[in-house]
T-cell receptor, first 112, second 118 residues
Framework: AQSVTQLGSHVSVSEGALVLLRCNYS??????LFWYVQYPNQGLQLLLK??????LVKGINGFEAEFKKSETSFHLTKPSAHMSDAAEYFC??????????FGKGTRLSVIA | GAGVSQSPSNKVTEKGKDVELRCDPI?????LYWYRQSLGQGLEFLIY????????KSGLPSDRFSAERTGGSVSTLTIQRTQQEDSAVYLC????????????????FGPGTRLLVL
């Protein structure tokens, strides 16, 4: 069985500040981990994924995430927030070729 | 098409009516998933298709929900006798089958159908 916990349903940062969105997972098998972003009234867009290769994964729009097995974490970061980053972010886990199990989501607000 | 498409984009219906939601996956993607996104429940898996068969229906919330897929492409999700708690965004995703029968792990999502049951 797999599960995902996203700490903080809402995160607010100033424009230009570091973005840190937290994700912890639980998986009985080596996990595949994903971050998706959802803009208002749109579907989910893949930001990045971890599939057992490099533990530091770089994605689109300047985001990256680091897989830490010892901490069962896959936190999403971006050095400098932009207004256009305001959206809802979902962390998800799968066993590979299985349905995704999502966290509850974190809404990111960026303050000018 | 270039991405996963879903129709209608919005649907308003009255309690007790049946609705059909359509998903058109990325061409060549043999795996197709339905998810539901609702307030308080987050994103929940409903059903998964491999080709035209559905080996995993474990997420369907009740027997009012059913889905089919024909020709290994388009899928329809049907909700009979809709209830207000069925109001949600229904998302479809597809993924590619690789050589040897395994599936690429990334799921690509459509824009969703927003269902409102009055």
């Amino acid at each position: 069985a797999q599960s995902v916990t996203q700490l903080g349903s809402h995160v607010s940062v100033s424009e230009g500040a570091l973005v840190l969105l937290r994700c912890n997972y639980s998986s009985s098998v080596p996990p595949y981990l994903f971050w998706y972003v959802q803009y208002p009234n749109q579907g989910l867009q893949l930001l990045l994924k971890y599939t057992s290769a490099a533990t530091l994964v770089k994605g689109i729009n300047g985001f990256e995430a680091e897989f830490k097995k010892s901490e069962t974490s896959f936190h999403l970061t971006k050095p400098s927030a932009h207004m256009s980053d305001a959206a809802e972010y979902f962390c998800a886990v799968s066993a590979g070729n299985t349905p995704l199990v999502f966290g509850k989501g974190t809404r990111l607000s960026v303050i000018a | 098409g270039a991405g996963v498409s879903q129709s209608p984009s919005n649907k308003v219906t009255e309690k007790g009516k049946d609705v059909e939601l359509r998903c058109d996956p990325i061409s060549g993607h043999t795996a197709l998933y339905w998810y539901r996104q609702s307030l308080g429940q987050g994103l929940e898996f409903l059903i998964y298709f491999q080709g035209n068969s559905a080996p995993d229906k474990s997420g369907l919330p009740s027997d009012r929900f059913s889905a089919e897929r024909t020709g290994g492409s388009v899928s329809t999700l049907t909700i009979q006798r809709t209830q207000q708690e069925d109001s949600a965004v229904y998302l479809c995703a597809s993924s590619l089958e690789l050589a040897g029968g395994s599936r690429e792990e990334t799921q690509y999502f459509g824009p969703g159908t927003r269902l409102l049951v009055l």
